[in-house]
């Protein structure tokens, strides 16, 4: 499991910031739902793998069938020297294991499809949270950047506020002449 990207734990508070509380709820709401999609992904990860376990277990088992099919179908039994209901039972064993391979064969290839399939739909459920965990945090480092301009620009016009009312008190005590405030 891979930890979440760090956020900014809080913001610096100025004059006419913002509601602290409700920012650090925010990220807090982030936070956890980065952690719920990483949980998601990981636990989508330990399902492919087990299904992964799975296929091999059944390509395992459909080698050994096969393995079985070519060691009987090289020793045939030679129906010219058995008599006729032996001959009876040896074609309904043939066509039974027939049966049985075809049906191992197919048992195998929809294990195999449906691991395929889980696989798949595991890296898409991966991937989407992938993105939806890059567009939280970007989201998050957007809505960062727009407080620190407001910030900036609050901070900005406090200083200006500052300059005109020393401007202000000079004027009152009749000391300096007024400046010009930008």
């Keep these: 499991m891979t930890a979440p990207l760090p956020l900014p734990e809080s913001f610096a508070l100025t004059l006419r910031g913002y509601d602290r509380e409700q920012v650090d709820q925010r990220i807090d709401?982030?936070?956890?739902?980065?952690?719920?999609?990483?949980a998601d992904r990981d636990a989508a990860v330990d399902e492919a793998e087990h299904l992964a376990r799975q296929?091999?277990?059944?390509?395992?088992?459909?080698?050994?069938?096969?393995?079985?099919?070519d060691r009987l179908c090289r020793t045939p039994a030679d129906p010219a020297a058995v008599s006729d209901r032996v001959r009876?039972?040896?074609?309904?064993?043939?066509?039974?294991?027939?049966?049985?391979?075809t049906t191992a064969r197919e048992r195998a290839a929809a294990i195999v499809r449906d691991a395929q399939e889980a696989a798949e739909?595991?890296?898409?459920?991966?991937?989407?949270?992938r993105a939806q965990a890059h567009r939280i945090v970007d989201d998050?480092?957007?809505?960062?950047?727009r407080l620190a301009a407001i910030e900036r620009r609050t901070a900005d016009r406090l200083r200006r506020i500052d300059a005109f009312l020393a401007d202000a008190e000079g004027l009152l005590d009749g000391q300096t002449p007024l400046r010009a405030v930008a």
């Design 29 to 38: 709401e982030l936070l956890d739902e980065i952690r719920l999609l990483t």
């Design 55 to 69: 296929l091999e277990r059944a390509r395992a088992g459909q080698a050994g069938l096969t393995a079985r099919l």
């Design 121 to 129: 739909a595991a890296d898409r459920r991966t991937a989407d949270a």
């Design 140 to 145: 998050a480092r957007r809505r960062a950047d």
């Design 88 to 101: 009876h039972l040896l074609e309904l064993a043939h066509a039974q294991a027939d049966d049985i391979v």
